[in-house]
């Protein structure tokens, strides 16, 4: 499940009050990348799990968050990106 889609999914769908905690519908153990990782592998790892914003770790805190369009306004990566979100849009198949 797209870590973004939490909160729609698991709070408004579900007609959850508004005073609903966010420990309820937040990711527990979300995907995510390391200061090491190529911009490349970052794309390649988004398009692996479906997601569109990668939250990025160092020491187990979050420094940043990477998104598609962080990757598709560097020229170089620009078709990485696009294959990336070419892959979260399309429907995950059941396993």
Request: charged share 25%; hydrophobic share 45%.
């Amino acid at each position: 499940m797209q870590q973004t889609a939490d909160l729609v999914i698991k709070a408004l769908a579900s007609q959850l009050p508004s005073d609903t905690s966010v420990s309820k519908v937040m990711t527990t153990d979300p995907v995510r990348g390391t200061v090491h990782m190529t911009a490349e592998e970052a794309a390649d790892l988004m398009a692996d799990v479906q997601i569109r914003r990668l939250p990025i770790v160092e020491d187990g805190k979050l420094i940043g968050i990477v998104s598609l369009g962080d990757l598709a306004v560097t020229d170089k990566l620009d078709d990485e990106a696009g294959e990336a979100l070419e892959e979260i849009s399309n429907p995950a198949e059941s396993m």
